[in-house]
C-alpha cells in the first residue's frame, strides 16, 4: 500500500509540475490579494476599528491533492483534481466580528479581478462539524487570456475558494483541519471523542461571536 502510495505521489508531482500547478495558483493569488487589502483598508477606515484583522493564502500541495483524491475515491491525477476541486488555490480573510464577515463578503463579491461561480453560506447552514464561515468559489480574469498550451488550459480550469470567517471560528478551523489530517493515524474511537468535543466548541464560539456582537454594538452607542 505504502509502496502504490508512493508511486501515485510521483506520478502526481510529475503532472503538478507539467500543469505549472505552483505558478499559476500564486499568479491567481497575486491577482487577488491587492483588491482584499484595499477591502481592509477601506473598511478600518470607514468603521475606525479593524474590520479585517488579516489574510491568508495557500496552495494544495501534490501530496495534500492526492490524499484527498484518495478520501472522496476519485482518480488520483491533477487533472481531477483541477476539474472537481474548488480549493487548489485558497485565500482566507479573517474578520473580527460576525456582521463583519457578510460586510467583506459583499466587497468580495464586486472585485473586478474575479468572477464569483458559487457562495457557500456555512454561518447560515453550518456544517455538520460546527464549522460556520462563507467560502466564495471563484475564477480568476488577470491574465487568463495571456497564456496558451497547458499552462493556459490550467488557469482558465482551476478555481480559486476565498474563505471569510470570524477570529474565533478561525482559531476552531485550525484544529479541525489538524485533526482530519491525522485520521488515519489516530484510533477511531479517539478521533471520534474530539470530533464530538470540537463540534460542541463550535456551537459555543457561535454563541461568543453573537455576544462580542451585541457588546461591540452597544460599545459604538455610547
Known sequence: MEQEKGEL?????????EMYLTEICSEMIDAVIPGLCRIRE??????????????????????????KLIRKNRKVTVEKAVETF????????????????????????KLPVIRVEKVKDYIAHPKD??????????RVKAGGDKKTGS????????RL??????????YWAMLEHQLSYKNS????????KIQEKLKSYALQIADIDKRFLRVRKKIEKL
Open 151 to 158: 499552462r493556459g488550459k490550467a488557469l482558465s480550469s482551476v
Open 185 to 192: 493515524r489516530i484510533h477511531a474511537e479517539e478521533y471520534e
Open 161 to 170: 475558494e476565498i474563505q471569510i470567517c470570524s477570529a474565533a471560528m478561525n
Open 42 to 67: 477601506d473598511m478600518a477606515e470607514r468603521y475606525g476599528r479593524p474590520v479585517v484583522q488579516y489574510i491568508t493564502s495557500r496552495i494544495k500541495s501534490p501530496e495534500s491533492i492526492m490524499n
Open 9 to 17: 505521489l510521483e506520478a502526481i508531482q510529475r503532472e503538478y509540475e
Open 86 to 109: 474548488n480549493d487548489l488555490a485558497g485565500i482566507r480573510v479573517v474578520c473580527s466580528f460576525q456582521d463583519d464577515v457578510y460586510r467583506v463578503k459583499k466587497a468580495v463579491e
Open 129 to 138: 462539524t460546527g464549522y460556520r464561515s462563507i467560502h466564495i468559489i471563484t
